[in-house]
């Protein structure tokens, strides 16, 4: 290797960067060619090692050749980049330039679900009669969800409700919303306005009306001299919002341990509308809900004097009266997340 050859390598190098660079097609293909050329391992260096076989005065001429080949190709490297990397710029910009011309894409939209609107219009209806939304715990003692509801241990009305207990002595799964009548009562002082909404849980077989997993929407007012008649007043009127103007009411008698008198509300058949047909069992009525004034030993086990105060419950379920609105005719569509049904209801 002479002076002559090694200077021929290092411009034939340049010629063929400068070639390599015209063609290239993006800025990683610049890039990779620098890494080629330039690196450590480059070709550059390559050419570079034949520096030792010149002789001594030889050597600082190679040097200053290589000096500017380097100089040479980093140049039209810079420069090849920065033109590819415009051009690249350029191209997406034109491609994800926003119309705003144009519609946008749709959104799909979701709704509630029945049960959620159900109660979602129970408490407008109520709130118009000053009823205030509360909520209250799913895991409760039996101490509030029987006891203090006048369910002794012993009592019968307890086979009622197949409860689920969890690992907590003395601890439930709440079978109704009752409960969180005490703990109303036990924090809030009277005038009492409440709807307590919340989940209910009862080890029962699944079927088309019946469910392990459910809704309810207690009512709850206390005051001084609140009647039957009071309590009869707001049912027809929150019939009447709910299922129409027309439709006729009635109270029948029932049975609840924390209440007493203890009703059923029912509201004339929605299908039929009176004359009686299968789905009100040919009776011309659908029953609501319960309801009655609560029961002296419950305000007494809440610290209230049932001689000064009187009040009446209310309990109904949201699903019950999302399958009397919709015609639905199965409860365990509304536990299924099946979107097809829960579209229905946008």
């Given at each position: ?290 309801a009655g004034m609560v029961h002296p030993v419950v305000l007494r086990n809440c610290g209230l004097d049932p001689e000064r105060y009187q009040g009446f419950a209310f309990g109904m379920g949201p699903e019950r009266i999302a399958m009397l609105r919709h015609r639905i005719t199965d409860l365990r569509l509304f536990l299924e997340n099946d979107l097809r049904f829960l579209g229905q209801f946008r």
């Open positions: 290797m002479d002076l002559a050859q090694l200077t021929r390598d290092l411009e034939s190098l340049v010629a063929e960067t400068a070639t390599a660079l015209a063609v290239a097609p993006d800025v990683a293909a610049v890039e990779a060619l620098e890494v080629d050329v330039l690196g450590k391992k480059g070709r550059l260096t390559g050419v570079l090692r034949g520096i030792g076989a010149l002789p001594p005065e030889d050597r600082p001429k190679v040097g200053a050749i290589a000096n500017r080949v380097r100089n040479e190709i980093e140049g039209a490297i810079v420069e090849r980049r920065s033109g590819l990397g415009s051009a690249e710029l350029d191209a997406r910009l034109r491609t994800e330039t926003i119309d705003v011309t144009m519609p946008g894409r749709p959104i799909r939209r979701g709704s509630l679900h029945p049960s959620l609107e159900s109660m979602a219009e129970i408490a407008r209806i109520f709130g118009q009669f000053g009823f205030v939304v509360y909520e209250s715990p799913e895991v409760e003692t039996d101490e509030n969800n029987f006891q203090l509801l006048n369910i002794p241990v012993d009592h019968p009305a307890r086979d009622l409700w197949d409860t689920l207990y969890v690992d907590i002595p003395g601890h439930l799964l709440r079978t109704h919303t009752s409960p969180g009548q005490i703990h109303l009562m036990r924090s809030v002082k009277p005038p009492i306005r409440a709807l307590l909404p919340g989940r209910c849980f009862r080890y029962e077989a699944i079927d088309a009306s019946h469910g392990s997993e459910f809704f309810q929407v207690e009512g709850l007012m206390v005051d001084e001299g609140t009647t039957l008649g009071d309590l009869r007043g707001i049912l027809e009127a929150f019939a009447h919002a709910m299922f129409g103007a027309g439709k006729r009411t009635r109270f029948r008698p029932g049975y609840y341990p924390f209440t007493e008198p203890s009703v059923a509300f029912d509201v004339e058949c929605l299908v039929c509308g009176g004359p009686g047909c299968p789905a009100c069992g040919r009776s011309g009525w659908m029953t609501i809900l319960g």
